[in-house]
């Protein structure tokens, strides 16, 4: 069971449907998503607790590494904020439905964390790719079906037996794109890697799409409720020109024949390449996200 506030358990498999319980109840902020927490739980430094059936987290802050304490829910919020603000300065990643319970943030600074926010994208527009915001996209897709015609193939809900291709596929990928794997590529792999080897207790969708015999690309998506997932891994390989965007192209396409509608995309962390990807993709909505701390 996950341990009442003060005391802090060390996150486990057992605690997802205890976390789930909670987090099922509100948008799907991907910070509190059980089966992120998971995976990035690399040095097993990520802790759980709950106070008045809020979702406490604490988690390595994603580019420093310093102890980031969060929480999630809608019960005795400014009860259970002013709990955790007695142990801490400052509160971190705090969704925006949390901020809307507080009755007044006058005793609060309160700011918005634009690095953290998720992106939430519907599937339609990107598998249609209609009018002018997506030709530039449209191009890069017709350009690779021209490329690879009928070379291309597309596996989807992988198993177990294309777990170390994909490993090695991630690597490949480290390396087109200067990425050293004794950094943020290495957190990653072991992220992906975590999730890989305990895939049968998450309800994910792995695609895999081959140029020939050649893993191109994979994606790696979880299917949540209201017809919405949330993507957890994407990664593609050059050659062809523009195979990242036909990856999410036909994962898209993947995902709304299972019934979902839209996706998460989860944050940008404040990488200008990134934002302006995820941006590129017309985002219908964001899941917002604060920092607080006493005034």
């Known amino acids: 069971m996950i341990t009442t506030f003060p005391v802090f358990s060390a996150l486990d498999i057992s605690h997802k449907p205890e976390i789930e319980a909670i987090t099922h109840r509100f948008k799907p902020y991907s910070d509190f998503n059980f089966t992120s927490l998971f995976a990035w739980d690399t040095d097993g430094s990520t802790q759980i607790s709950q106070l008045h059936d809020n979702l406490i987290i604490r988690l390595p802050h994603y580019l420093t590494g310093e102890p980031t304490i969060s929480l999630l ?3 005795r919020i400014p009860e259970t904020v002013g709990r955790l603000l007695d142990t801490t300065s400052k509160l971190e990643l705090v969704p925006e439905t949390v901020i809307k319970e507080l009755p007044s943030t006058t005793h ?3 700011s918005e964390d634009r690095d953290n926010f998720d992106y939430l994208l519907r599937l339609e527009p990107i598998i249609a790719m209609e009018g002018a915001d997506f030709k530039k996209k449209r191009n890069k897709v017709n350009g690779v079906k021209a490329a690879v015609g009928s070379d291309v193939s597309v596996i989807t809900s992988a198993g177990t037996e294309h777990v170390e291709l994909i490993k090695e596929t991630f690597i490949q990928w480290a390396t087109q794109y200067a990425k050293a794997m004794d950094g943020e590529a290495a957190a990653e792999f072991t992220a992906l890697s975590r999730l890989l080897e305990n895939i049968d207790d998450f309800n994910v969708l792995i695609t895999c799409v081959f140029v020939g015999k050649r893993l191109a ?3 790696i998506n979880e299917v949540l409720t209201d ?3 949330i ?3 994407e990664k593609a390989l050059e050659p062809p020109e523009n195979i990242a965007t036909y990856v999410s192209y036909v ?5 709304q024949e299972i019934g979902c509608n839209s996706v ?3 944050q ?11 941006l590129s993709y017309k985002p219908y909505e964001f899941l917002k996200k604060y920092s607080l701390t006493r005034s």
């Open 251 to 255: 994962v898209a396409q993947e995902l």
């Open 217 to 219: 690309g994979f994606s």
């Open 264 to 266: 998460n995309w989860e």
């Open 108 to 110: 609060y600074l309160v």
């Open 231 to 233: 993507c957890h891994f």
């Open 268 to 278: 940008d962390l404040g990488i200008a390449g990134l934002r302006q990807a995820k």
């Open 73 to 75: 829910g809608n019960t």
């Open 227 to 229: 017809n919405m997932a």
